[in-house]
């Protein structure tokens, strides 16, 4: 399995992101969609072909509705704010120990995003999450992360502070770790192209709407991962 990661905001040679200031006009009718197909607030959504699926958040558009995403990734963004999250299987790194796993993926993100740099990020919390609350049982151990990175889009001067929560489950047994990343800014650069998102925020998420993915996250068929 390749370690294809994108973050929201990294700068990624081989997917090109969307400006979040066209985000409300291209993915009106994405958006209509989950929310029809959605008849409750608990209703799970199907990932990667159905082999997963978690709650999704509301205001959630499937960006692969608008552009090519990476076959170990579901991305979604809120369509009215410059939030998104991430969905990503990546290759188990075993040499890595549970309690730091969480960290090394963190520091993977910031490195994607060029800002390893002193005072560019910022891991302020790492709890592992119990799996008596978790649906996905058959993951040895799973952590949730919270920090923050001084981050641009498009290879742009400006930078917007983010905080990113990342949860992750690890699945030894196939090879792989889960990561799922809620990108939440901050502060924004006027000079960033995210700009004209701000002052327009609608019911953004929450950490608890993230914690919530976390917990729902199902297995259903275990040939995804090969």
Same mark, same amino acid.
């Not at 990624?12 to 009106?28: F, Y």
């Not at 290879?155 to 990113?164: F, I, K, P, Q, Y």
């Given at each position: 399995?390749?370690?294809?990661? &994108?973050?929201?905001?990294?700068?990624?040679?081989?997917?090109? &992101?969307? /400006?979040?200031?066209?985000?409300?006009?291209?993915?009106?009718?994405?958006?209509?969609?989950?929310?029809?197909?959605?008849?409750?607030?608990?209703?799970?959504?199907?990932?990667?072909?159905?082999?997963?699926?978690?709650?999704?958040?509301?205001?959630? @558009?499937?960006?692969?509705?608008?552009?090519?995403?990476?076959?170990?990734?579901?991305?979604?963004?809120?369509?009215?704010?410059?939030?998104?999250?991430?969905?990503?299987?990546?290759?188990?790194?075993?040499?890595?120990?549970?309690?730091?796993?969480? *960290?090394?993926?963190?520091?993977?993100?910031?490195?994607?995003?060029?800002?390893?740099?002193?005072?560019?990020?910022?891991? %302020?919390?790492?709890?592992?999450?119990?799996?008596?609350? &978790?649906?996905?049982?058959?993951? /040895?151990?799973?952590?949730?992360?919270?920090? @923050?990175?001084?981050?641009?889009?498009?290879?742009?001067?400006? *930078?917007?502070?983010? %905080? &990113?929560?990342?949860?992750?489950?690890?699945?030894?047994?196939?090879?792989?770790?889960?990561?799922?990343?809620?990108?939440?800014?901050?502060?924004?650069?006027?000079?960033?192209?995210?700009?004209?998102?701000?002052? %327009?925020?609608?019911?953004?998420?929450?950490?608890?709407?993230?914690? *919530?993915?976390?917990?729902?996250? @199902?297995?259903?068929?275990?040939?995804?991962?090969?």
């Amino acid at each position: 399995m390749k370690k294809k990661k &994108l973050n929201f905001y990294r700068n990624s040679a081989h997917v090109k &992101l969307v /400006s979040h200031m066209l985000i409300p006009l291209l993915c009106r009718a994405a958006h209509r969609e989950m929310q029809s197909a959605a008849s409750s607030a608990d209703k799970a959504h199907p990932l990667f072909g159905g082999g997963l699926s978690a709650v999704i958040p509301h205001s959630s @558009t499937d960006v692969s509705e608008l552009r090519e995403i990476p076959d170990n990734q579901e991305v979604f963004a809120h369509a009215h704010t410059d939030q998104s999250l991430i969905v990503e299987l990546v290759e188990y790194q075993g040499q890595v120990a549970d309690q730091d796993a969480a *960290r090394y993926h963190f520091e993977d993100i910031a490195g994607s995003n060029k800002a390893l740099e002193p005072g560019a990020f910022e891991v %302020t919390s790492v709890v592992p999450l119990p799996k008596s609350e &978790l649906s996905l049982s058959e993951c /040895s151990s799973a952590w949730m992360l919270t920090g @923050t990175q001084c981050v641009s889009k498009f290879n742009e001067e400006a *930078r917007n502070t983010v %905080t &990113l929560h990342l949860g992750m489950f690890r699945l030894p047994q196939f090879s792989t770790d889960v990561l799922i990343t809620f990108n939440d800014p901050q502060s924004i650069s006027p000079d960033s192209s995210s700009a004209a998102a701000v002052g %327009t925020h609608k019911e953004p998420w929450t950490v608890q709407d993230f914690q *919530r993915l976390l917990q729902s996250l @199902t297995l259903h068929n275990p040939g995804l991962f090969g």
